[in-house]
């Protein structure tokens, strides 16, 4: 049978608080202590110290150096002979005097748990080859704090994380795996909420429990929740549902009478982002779990007592069939004021993410990771060799850190199908603008390249903007002219292909002076050298009208057989020799 708060209060209430490993002296007037713990948050604890003395400037309470910022706090408390019980262990972290003329100074402390480090700068980091869990572990050990992360599966690889904090993206990672974060003295636990375990305490109406508070809600509950991605080599859409079943069982209602109270509510929620479909699916877990949590909330107090954290299950007794039974401790309290020690314990945690108190949009990135918005600048540092062989580029975002910035991102072009496309890759070193889809920064697109100031545009630009160009890096160009209605298409060697609608002509040059154009008058060809024709079939040359040959000396060859004719005359004649001569001659 778990144990009463009412086993070790016997006797009178004794405190104990330590500053830097130095008991407070009684002489010291605590007047109040407020501690609490609860999921989610850092624990605090606040002392009240109050002085009876008016006199001007003469005030030891305020100007003790045992409350100094930074000093460590330990916070102890029981009854009679039953020995202490720690409440708290943690850092000042602020202070805050109040002088009334009456009532003299009061000087309140206020204490956090050393996990407060996690929460002081936002900062960017890349998280490579590893999984939701060694990234918790990392997080938390990095600031010098005990870690305690229950085994995941999900989010292996290589993740970004944009702008947060420390304590932020731990509990984004937490929501999205249906863990919750509990902290205590400096050691950090997450894992899943368990309502099974056997009760830590158990408190009793008309015994122990001074208030008693309980609600029972459906209607934020939920009785499934689908995840879904979009696959890049399928090209489809990915579906995770959820297969949670919620142990929930509060007195004499389970967890299926809230969720199916409204009907069949789903919660779905989509990515553009590429997620295996095993972490689809426990993401989708947890969102049934925060909603499980949801579904009975409220407080009870009883009589002081430490034996009681976050994440243990109390027992309530005496309080009939619907309102008693078994509840998970998301939250307790200490109050010790006026000689006497009061605790209360918290049930159920809102159904809401971290991400999703951003604001009441849907929250960008999915709530899965850290959002990065708008457009980011980008130089590209590789073009081959993609480590997953999906043909991505290498990029580094300098305005995210100097180091470890580099993501292979996937580079948009106006036309990609299988085995076809555009294909005009940056280079090496170029400036280009980075796009994340749905802001999820581990989805990265490259979406276009910039000129610069050092990186120029090939032609200088005018108001007109008749003229449009595609240079290569080694000045293949092809030249749009919207004015007269020309594409030009030229080598830096000097082949040169001219269509041109301004003169009606098409031209072709190569860089050896040949040349043939085509307009209204006809077809020229022109050579500095020989012009050859050559083929293995038949050579016709036709005209309707004239057709004329000349040159220095003109010889035409027949291997087998030679004939000339004119349909009406025929003429040889030579200005000096003219020879005729063959086997036979024959002449009409």
Not at 338 to 355: I, V, Y
Not at 369 to 385: F, R, S, W
Request: glycine content about 10%; overall charge negative.
């Amino acid at each position: 049978m778990p144990a009463s708060p009412l086993d070790n209060s016997d006797g009178p209430l004794t405190i104990s608080v330590k500053a830097d490993g130095s008991e407070v002296p009684d002489d010291l007037a605590i007047q109040a202590m407020y501690i609490t713990h609860e999921l989610n948050r850092i624990p605090e604890a606040t002392v009240i110290v109050q002085s009876d003395s008016v006199e001007i400037d003469e005030f030891e309470e305020l100007d003790n150096s045992l409350f100094g910022l930074g000093a460590e706090i330990e916070i102890r408390a029981g009854f009679g002979d039953s020995g202490y019980q720690q409440l708290f262990k943690g850092i000042v972290t602020s202070q805050r005097a109040r002088l009334d003329a009456q009532q003299g100074a009061r000087l309140e402390v206020l204490c956090r748990d050393k996990a407060l480090k996690l929460t002081e700068t936002r900062s960017s980091a890349r998280y490579e080859d590893m999984n939701d869990g060694d990234v918790m572990k990392a997080i938390i050990t990095d600031a010098g704090l005990k870690s305690a992360v229950e085994k995941v599966k999900t989010g292996a690889g290589t993740q970004l994380r944009i702008g947060a904090t420390d304590w932020d993206f731990l509990r984004l990672l937490a929501d999205r795996n249906g863990f919750v974060v509990s902290v205590k003295e400096g050691e950090i636990k997450v894992a899943k909420p368990d309502s099974s375990v056997a009760p830590a305490l158990l408190v009793t109406f008309g015994m122990d429990i001074i208030d008693f508070d309980i609600s029972l809600e459906t209607n934020r509950t939920i009785k499934n929740a689908v995840q879904d991605a979009w696959d890049e080599a399928s090209q489809e859409r990915v579906t995770g549902p959820s297969n949670y079943k919620p142990k929930l069982s509060f007195g004499d209602t389970k967890y299926s009478d809230f969720a199916e109270n409204l009907g069949d509510r789903t919660h779905k929620v989509s990515t553009s982002r590429e997620v295996d479909a095993s972490d689809l699916k426990e993401m989708a877990n947890a969102r049934v779990i925060r909603s499980e949590l949801a579904a009975v909330s409220g407080s009870i107090s009883f009589p002081g007592c430490g034996e009681i954290s976050p994440l243990d299950v109390l027992e309530i007794s005496n309080t009939g069939k619907r309102f008693g039974g078994k509840g998970l401790v998301t939250a307790v309290s200490h109050m010790i004021e006026a000689g006497k020690w009061t605790s209360q314990t918290r049930l159920g945690l809102p159904p809401d993410w971290t991400s999703d108190s951003f604001g009441l949009a849907a929250p960008a990135a999915e709530a899965i990771t850290t959002p990065i918005h708008g457009l980011q600048i980008g130089k590209v540092v590789q073009l081959a060799d993609d480590p997953l062989g999906k043909q991505r580029i290498l990029i580094s975002l300098p305005m995210i850190g100097p180091e470890g910035s580099d993501v292979w991102a996937r580079y948009a072009q106006p036309y990609a199908s299988d085995g076809a496309g555009i294909q005009f890759l940056p280079e090496v070193g170029d400036e280009v603008i980075v796009a994340f889809l749905n802001a999820d920064p581990n989805a990265p697109i490259i979406v276009g390249s910039l000129h610069n100031e050092k990186a120029k545009r090939p032609e200088t630009e005018t108001e007109e903007n008749h003229i449009k160009t595609i240079v290569t890096r080694e000045k293949l160009k092809v030249i749009f002219d919207e004015e007269k209605k020309i594409i030009t298409v030229e080598t830096p060697g000097g082949h040169k292909l001219v269509m041109d609608d301004d003169e009606s002509s098409f031209s072709m040059q190569d860089m050896n002076g040949n040349f043939i154009k085509m307009d209204s008058s006809g077809i020229a060809l022109k050579s500095d050298k020989d012009i050859t024709l050559t083929a293995t079939g038949k050579i016709e040359a036709k005209a309707t009208m004239d057709a004329t040959l000349s040159g220095q000396n003109v010889t035409c060859e027949g291997q087998i057989g030679f004939t000339g004719s004119g349909g009406a005359t025929a003429e040889v004649s030579a200005g000096g020799q003219t020879k005729i001569e063959g086997g036979m001659v024959m002449i009409n």
